[in-house]
Nanobody, 122 residues
Framework: QVHLVESGGGLVQSGGSLILSCVMS????????AGWFRQAPGKERELVSLISSANDGTYYPDSMKGRFITFRDEAKNTIYLQMDGLKSEDSAVYYC???????????????WGQGTSVTVSS
C-alpha cells in the first residue's frame, strides 16, 4: 500500500525559505506524477506544483512561478518542494499527492500524505 509522509514544515519569517520533503513507500515513485497542494484555513485546497513521472515536465501556477521549485529523487523515493521568498499568504498545510496520470485536478490524485504545516510570519 502506498504511503506518503511529508516533513520540513515549520515557522519561517517572510522572505525566508523552506524545503519540504515527501517520502513514498509501498511502490515505485517513477510510476507517478507528483503534486504539492496546500490548504489555508477557510480556503479551498489548491495546486502548488506538479512534476511528471518521467521528471521531464513541471507545472506551477503563476503565483508560485519563480519562487517554488519541485524536484524528485527516485533513488530516495522522495519528492521535494523548495520554497523561496515566502510570504504570509503562503501559510498553509502542504500536502504531497501522487497520480498515475498528468492532471491539475486533485480528484485525479490517488494517494495523499497527511500534510505538513507552514507558517510564514510577517
Amino acid at each position: 500500500q502506498v504511503h506518503l509522509v511529508e516533513s520540513g514544515g515549520g515557522l519561517v519569517q517572510s522572505g525566508g525559505s523552506l524545503i519540504l520533503s515527501c517520502v513514498m513507500s509501498g511502490d515505485t515513485l517513477d510510476y507517478y506524477s507528483a503534486g504539492w497542494f496546500r490548504q489555508a484555513p477557510g480556503k479551498e485546497r489548491e495546486l502548488v506544483s506538479l512534476i511528471s513521472s518521467a521528471n521531464d515536465g513541471t507545472y506551477y501556477p503563476d503565483s508560485m512561478k519563480g519562487r517554488f521549485i519541485t524536484f524528485r529523487d527516485e533513488a530516495k523515493n522522495t519528492i521535494y518542494l523548495q520554497m523561496d521568498g515566502l510570504k504570509s499568504e503562503d501559510s498553509a498545510v502542504y500536502y504531497c499527492a501522487l497520480s498515475t496520470g498528468w492532471s491539475l485536478w486533485e480528484s485525479d490524485f490517488e494517494f495523499w500524505g497527511q500534510g505538513t504545516s507552514v507558517t510564514v510570519s510577517s
